[in-house]
C-alpha cells in the first residue's frame, strides 16, 4: 500500500514524493487533497494528520503511535496534546471518583 524508501526503513503513502540529493532524503507531499481519509479507515474522513509517520487519522484512531520513542514534531503535534490532555482528564475524574468514596 506504500512504498519502501532507503533500506526500506520507511513505509510512505504512494503520494509522498522522495528524493535523495546530495545523499539527503527529501520527501515531499503531493496530492494532499486525495489523502484526507483515515489511514485505517479509508471510508471515514481524516481529522488529524501525523508528521512523523505521514499518516492521516479519523477521531477513533487517533493516537500516537510510538509514544517513548523521540519524535522531532512532539511540540506541534495536536495528537500528542490531545492524548496528553485526556490523560490529565482522566486523572482528575479518578482523583475526584477516589475523594468521593
Not at 471510508?43 to 523521540?70: G, V, W
Request: glycine share 2%.
Amino acid at each position: 500500500m506504500g512504498k519502501k524508501v532507503a533500506n526500506g526503513e520507511k513505509d510512505l503513502p504512494e503520494s509522498v514524493e522522495v528524493v535523495i540529493y546530495d545523499g539527503y532524503v527529501h520527501y515531499f507531499l503531493c496530492h494532499v487533497h486525495s489523502m484526507n481519509t483515515c489511514t485505517r479507515h479509508p471510508e471515514r474522513p481524516a481529522t488529524q494528520y501525523c508528521q512523523k509517520h505521514y499518516r492521516y487519522f479519523c477521531d477513533e484512531c487517533m493516537t500516537c503511535s510510538n509514544p517513548k520513542l523521540y519524535c522531532p514534531h512532539r511540540t506541534s503535534c495536536i495528537i500528542w496534546f490531545l492524548e496528553r490532555e485526556k490523560r490529565r482528564e482522566d486523572r482528575e475524574e479518578e482523583q475526584t471518583r477516589d475523594e468521593a468514596a
